[in-house]
């Protein structure tokens, strides 16, 4: 079994920062890429940021320039460091990964969802 557990969402003011944290756990072998998506409310879930196993990243247009996504490897997690944060970033944020687990079997896998409000 694999779990992804995420933390650090909350209420923030605009322009405000938050980092979320994305720690994976259970029979893994190894994790390929980790990403951060997003859903607001009666919005489809939309891509913000991934990252590769050896740190290549690439960002959704609408947060180019404030946010930045990093791992640790050795600790099975991902961060997703938010600056500038603005109304509209306001959304249920999932963690993903691509792991291949000790049984050798790769499978993509979200965690359960933190919730971000930016708002005043």
């Known amino acids: 079994q694999v779990q992804l557990v995420e933390s650090g969402g909350e209420l923030v003011q605009p322009g405000g920062s938050l980092r979320l944290s994305c720690a994976a756990s259970?029979?893994?072998?190894?994790?390929?890429?980790m990403g951060w998506y997003r859903q607001a409310p009666g919005k489809q879930r939309e891509l913000v940021a991934t990252?590769?196993?050896?740190?290549?990243?690439d960002y959704a247009d609408s947060v180019k320039g404030r946010f930045t996504i990093s791992r640790d490897n050795a600790k099975n997690t991902v961060y997703l460091q938010m600056n500038s944060l603005k109304p509209e970033d306001t959304a249920v944020y999932y963690c993903?990964?691509?792991?291949?687990?000790?049984?050798?079997?790769?499978?993509?896998?979200w965690g359960q969802g933190t919730q971000v409000t930016v708002s005043s």
């Open positions: 993903n990964a691509d792991i291949l687990t000790r049984l050798l079997r790769r499978s993509n896998y």
């Open positions: 259970g029979s893994i072998y190894s994790i390929n890429a």
């Open positions: 990252i590769t196993s050896s740190g290549s990243t």
